[in-house]
């Protein structure tokens, strides 16, 4: 089994290879949440990607820089969601992260998905005004969901814009990260139960989230039950 230390020791098992300008896993097995077993490999072709069954069971594209991973994109195929395949994927970009000593992951994600995201550990990283002011707005409006979330939707509805941009951005990464953490501790609210606002002239609005090393160490727990859920010989120490 692959045994990853918290410091900047190599750890074992996983098969670790140079490609290029990162380490990458080799090709590896896992399972899905229906107990069929699945090939993850890693490819560069001009784009780094990890692929699940060669992209039948989804993939991802990524880039790396300063001292960061970059999830550019991901996708499950639809007969092949709700199968933890998109978890897998996560899971190999913190091997990712881990291997070859970068401090974050940072994606940007679709409304849909901003949830399992958060379940997963990614916490907002909000950038801008616009950004700032849709995640409040979403807060305030599903404030309704549960009593756990009156309080922090009583916040962002008290936010005004017509303060210092930065302060506004601060504040709005602290209440949807609150949001964000309760919506997924809850087993009744789903991701389409969150009213992001509609932006008729950006039907791809995407908002920024990040995941640090500190905080996979500090969660490793949960890390590691989900590489054994998955089968996937690696753990965190």
Not at 10 to 31: G, H, M, Y
Not at 45 to 54: A, E, H, L, Q, W
Request: hydrophobic share 35%.
């Amino acid at each position: 089994m692959k045994i990853l230390s918290t410091g900047k020791l190599p750890f074992t098992a996983l098969k670790i290879r140079q490609d290029k300008d990162i380490k990458v896993p080799e090709d590896f097995q896992c399972t899905d949440r229906e107990g069929y077993n699945c090939t993850v490999s890693y490819a560069d072709s001009g784009r780094k990607s990890f692929r699940i069954d060669g992209t039948s069971g989804g993939y991802m594209l990524f880039h790396t820089g300063n001292n960061t991973l970059y999830g550019d994109y991901i996708k499950v195929p639809e007969p092949m969601q709700r199968r933890g395949l998109g978890t897998v994927l996560h899971l190999t970009k913190i091997i990712e992260m881990m291997e070859n000593d970068f401090s974050t992951i940072k994606i940007q994600s679709m409304n849909t998905a901003v949830l399992f995201h958060a379940k997963f550990g990614f916490r907002p990283d909000i950038k801008d005004f616009k950004e700032a002011q849709n995640a409040l707005i979403a807060v305030s409006r599903t404030g309704f969901l549960s009593e756990d979330l009156i309080d922090v939707a009583s916040q962002a509805y008290e936010q005004t814009p017509f303060t210092d941009e930065k302060e506004y951005i601060e504040r709005a990464n602290k209440i949807f990260d609150k949001f964000l953490k309760i919506c997924s501790a809850s087993k009744e609210i789903d991701p389409d139960d969150i009213y992001f606002p509609d932006d008729p002239f950006d039907q791809n609005f995407m908002y920024n989230m990040k995941l640090t090393r500190q905080d996979v160490i500090n969660n490793k727990d949960f890390y590691n039950n989900l590489f054994k859920k998955y089968k996937i010989d690696y753990q965190i120490s």
